[in-house]
């Protein structure tokens, strides 16, 4: 028969009253026993925060697995190597004259970001793309930088 799991708040809960219990005998002896009972709570916590990291790894592996597997290439990388994407940026550069389409942006187009991420790399359609210069893809993806215009 499978053990119950004891969660650390059931846990907690059981070292106050026990705590109680045993200061309403010999307050001394309940001052020590509240402090190895939460001990035991705090030791309890931390496998159980472990537990879940671990789990969530496992997870992560998981899902990168089987995010791979049905991808046509090896890595994003290669996917941004390939002639499918090289004509993907054309068909943007085109849309776009060669110019950033940031609003209000005047500088050529130098990078094409995803707006949106396919599952299978390559099943993106040109909507999904958009045209910008170093500084608004940057800002696109969050990053903090300090940027002379040139």
Same mark, same amino acid.
């Given at each position: 028969m499978k053990r119950k799991r004891v969660s650390a708040s059931t846990l907690q809960l059981g070292m106050v009253y026990g705590g109680l219990i045993v200061a309403a005998v010999n307050p001394l002896a309940g001052v020590v026993t509240a402090g190895v009972l939460y001990k035991l709570y705090k030791a309890r916590k931390a496998v159980e925060d472990e537990e879940r990291e671990v789990r969530r790894?496992?997870?992560?592996? $998981?899902?990168?697995? !089987?995010? #791979?597997? *049905?991808?046509?290439?090896?890595?994003?990388?290669?996917? /941004?190597?390939?002639?499918?994407?090289?004509?993907?940026?054309?068909?943007?550069?085109?849309?776009?004259?060669?110019?950033?389409?940031?609003?209000?942006?005047?500088?050529?187009?130098? $990078?094409?970001?995803? !707006?949106? #991420?396919? *599952?299978?790399?390559?099943?993106?359609?040109?909507?999904? /793309?958009v045209g910008l210069c170093e500084k608004h893809h940057r800002e696109e993806h969050g990053h903090q930088h300090s940027y002379v215009r040139r």
């Amino acid at each position: 028969m499978k053990r119950k799991r004891v969660s650390a708040s059931t846990l907690q809960l059981g070292m106050v009253y026990g705590g109680l219990i045993v200061a309403a005998v010999n307050p001394l002896a309940g001052v020590v026993t509240a402090g190895v009972l939460y001990k035991l709570y705090k030791a309890r916590k931390a496998v159980e925060d472990e537990e879940r990291e671990v789990r969530r790894e496992t997870e992560r592996a $998981e899902f990168k697995a !089987k995010f #791979y597997r *049905r991808q046509n290439f090896p890595s994003y990388e290669a996917y /941004l190597a390939s002639s499918q994407w090289a004509l993907k940026r054309a068909q943007v550069a085109q849309r776009a004259s060669g110019r950033c389409e940031a609003p209000g942006c005047t500088c050529a187009l130098e $990078e094409v970001h995803h !707006k949106r #991420y396919p *599952r299978v790399w390559g099943n993106e359609p040109i909507d999904w /793309l958009v045209g910008l210069c170093e500084k608004h893809h940057r800002e696109e993806h969050g990053h903090q930088h300090s940027y002379v215009r040139r």
